[in-house]
């Protein structure tokens, strides 16, 4: 496994100075994002080889499905690997993802065409401003969140849909 991981971390330093690379497509980054945790046994692997994942990947793609991953529902509960979280995603990028999954259809309808687990994604807002944050939330907690978002995402829709009829 580290001799493959060595040969993706080589062809990808070929990649820095390319700004262009072209994303995956979502169902694939997901499946990718998703075997990650599978496939390395300790913490410094799954940054690097999600690390190595992001050159392939918008940055709202990114963070979505790596949140994901990273997230597991364990009997009506999400479990985050917090402290790879914390290393690898940033509040404003998080913002950013939600953000661009509210406001843009097209990013959003990706993310639910590939059956994206928004309560596990969810399961991260709650650790920002918590001085001591828990990696457990309850799905109820979660379902809190995304309703929200959800509800937000109406507003947006039914706004811009009186926007075209006064055309």
């Not at 971390?9 to 700004?19: A, D, E, P, Q, V």
């Not at 990114?62 to 509040?91: C, G, I, K, S, W």
């Not at 687990?117 to 991260?124: F, G, H, P, Q, S």
Request: aromatic share 8%.
């Amino acid at each position: 496994m580290g001799q493959n991981l060595d040969l993706l971390r080589g062809k990808l330093k070929t990649l820095k100075g390319i700004k262009s690379a072209k994303p995956f497509e979502d169902s694939i980054l997901r499946l990718c994002a998703g075997a990650i945790p599978q496939l390395h046994d300790n913490d410094d692997n799954i940054c690097e080889a999600f690390n190595a994942l992001r050159h392939f990947a918008s940055v709202n793609q990114f963070v979505l499905y790596m949140t994901e991953a990273l997230t597991t529902l364990q009997d009506h509960a999400y479990v985050m690997n917090l402290p790879l979280l914390q290393r690898l995603v940033t509040y404003k990028v998080y913002r950013s993802a939600i953000d661009a999954w509210i406001h843009n259809h097209i990013f959003r309808d990706n993310a639910t065409r590939c059956d994206c687990d928004l309560n596990a994604v969810a399961a991260y807002s709650t650790t920002f401003g918590d001085a001591n944050p828990s990696a457990f939330v309850t799905s109820k907690q979660t379902k809190r969140i995304t309703d929200k978002w959800n509800a937000e995402t109406e507003v947006r829709s039914e706004t811009w849909a009186l926007v075209r009829e006064g055309d």
